[in-house]
């Protein structure tokens, strides 16, 4: 769907792609495209149907910005750029709004672009340990409760 307008390629697949995940009860389907960044089915955020679209997912240590270059795109093959963010979070996300507001890159998607972005790098910290579970333990308590009395 290279020559066709992104209206008219959403038109075709709104409704029937491999993507969507329709149930019961729910009036927006989701789906499952890559680079749509809140994993709704609409028009704005698909990356499927836009000559621009971006995307984030996560790397090792870090998050992956994928996105399209509308000059290449008759090319798949190198339309698609894949950027690998490994800094602190700060810094993660302000280069991502750097990337996004420098090159004037789908300016309607910031918020959501760093609101998966900041998902993703949370889901990536250590667990911190918490103060009353180091304590009891079900070991030591099971132990104790198990050895006899002394009798004095």
Not at 40 to 53: A, D, E, I, M, T
Not at 59 to 84: E, H, L, S
Request: proline residues 5%.
């Amino acid at each position: 769907m290279a020559d066709t307008s992104s209206h008219l390629s959403w038109l075709i697949i709104r409704d029937h792609n491999a993507f969507l995940l329709k149930r019961r009860n729910i009036k927006k389907p989701f789906s499952t495209e890559p680079n749509n960044l809140t994993n709704l089915s609409s028009y704005r955020y698909s990356g499927l149907v836009h000559k621009k679209s971006l995307g984030v997912v996560p790397a090792d240590k870090g998050i992956q910005v994928v996105y399209k270059r509308p000059k290449f795109q008759t090319k798949p093959a190198k339309a698609t750029v894949k950027v690998t963010l490994k800094h602190r979070p700060r810094r993660t996300l302000k280069k991502l709004k750097n990337i996004v507001n420098k090159n004037r890159y789908r300016r309607d998607l910031r918020q959501a672009a760093l609101r998966r972005a900041s998902a993703i790098l949370r889901s990536q910290r250590p667990a911190s340990a918490k103060k009353g579970k180091a304590a009891t333990s079900t070991g030591t308590t099971a132990a104790a409760a198990a050895a006899p009395k002394k009798a004095e």
